[in-house]
């Protein structure tokens, strides 16, 4: 762990030189961060350049599906097994990417919320997703991961007529365990809700963070 936390520290000061942000997105298997990916690609590519990271337990099929999206390089991460990408891994994969080409990084992790809270990959925050077939409770279950994440999506709102899930109930839990946590409503699925989040990932893009004085860290 010592020598994953010195190597999240170079990948941090490699993204800060360059002034690319890098967002860490975390979830259960199933949540949608792939399709909310292919989403953001297909939506923002013209004006952003999106570098994707993406690790997966045993196949390369997300990658392959969000290259479908992307002219900038899609990485995909197998780990054979492991339940998280660690810093050793995004520092190889970002020796394959022109960071200053780049306008933001996007590192999909493996699906779990457990083992991917602990490993710092030197992002510049983490985005952990939950949908609304998870239960509102999943914050207080997973609340290390939680804790961590600067932001939250909760994904597939186009189900919200269909099961019993209170929004508010879930926004208190995960504010129980991380009081400054920010929301997303979205469903990838359907497109509502993406507005406000492509807004925030514009704003997050390096240009703008450069015209407003700075890298967020």
């Given at each position: 762990m010592e020598r994953n936390d010195a190597l999240a520290r170079g990948v941090r000061e490699r993204l800060g030189l360059s002034g690319v942000p890098a967002f860490n997105l975390v979830s259960s298997p199933g949540s949608g961060k792939t399709l909310?990916?292919?989403?953001?690609?297909?939506?923002?590519?013209?004006?952003?350049?999106?570098?994707?990271?993406?690790?997966?337990?045993?196949?390369?099929?997300?990658?392959?599906?969000?290259?479908?999206?992307?002219?900038?390089?899609?990485?995909?991460?197998?780990?054979?097994?492991?339940?998280?990408?660690?810093?050793?891994?995004?520092?190889?994969?970002?020796?394959?990417?022109?960071?200053?080409?780049?306008?933001?990084?996007?590192?999909?992790?493996?699906?779990?919320?457990?083992?991917?809270?602990?490993?710092?990959?030197?992002?510049?925050?983490?985005?952990?997703?939950?949908?609304?077939?998870?239960?509102?409770?999943?914050?207080?279950?997973?609340?290390?991961?939680f804790q961590k994440a600067r932001y939250a999506v909760l994904n597939k709102i186009d189900l919200l007529p269909y099961v019993p899930f209170e929004v508010e109930k879930a926004k208190a839990c995960a504010r129980e365990v991380n009081p400054t946590i920010e929301f997303f409503l979205t469903s990838a699925l359907t497109g509502e809700g993406l507005d406000v989040w492509y807004d925030f990932v514009r704003s997050q893009a390096k240009d703008s963070i450069l015209a407003a004085g700075g890298v967020e860290t």
């Open positions: 909310l990916l292919e989403r953001t690609l297909r939506d923002l590519g013209d004006e952003l350049r999106i570098a994707v990271i993406t690790g997966d337990v045993q196949t390369q099929n997300d990658a392959d599906r969000i290259a479908r999206w992307t002219q900038d390089l899609v990485q995909a991460v197998v780990t054979g097994g492991a339940c998280h990408l660690d810093a050793s891994q995004v520092t190889d994969a970002l020796d394959a990417i022109d960071l200053d080409a780049l306008d933001l990084v996007f590192i999909e992790n493996v699906g779990n919320l457990v083992c991917p809270a602990s490993w710092d990959l030197g992002e510049t925050a983490k985005v952990v997703l939950f949908s609304v077939t998870e239960g509102e409770d999943k914050p207080l279950k997973y609340p290390k991961m």
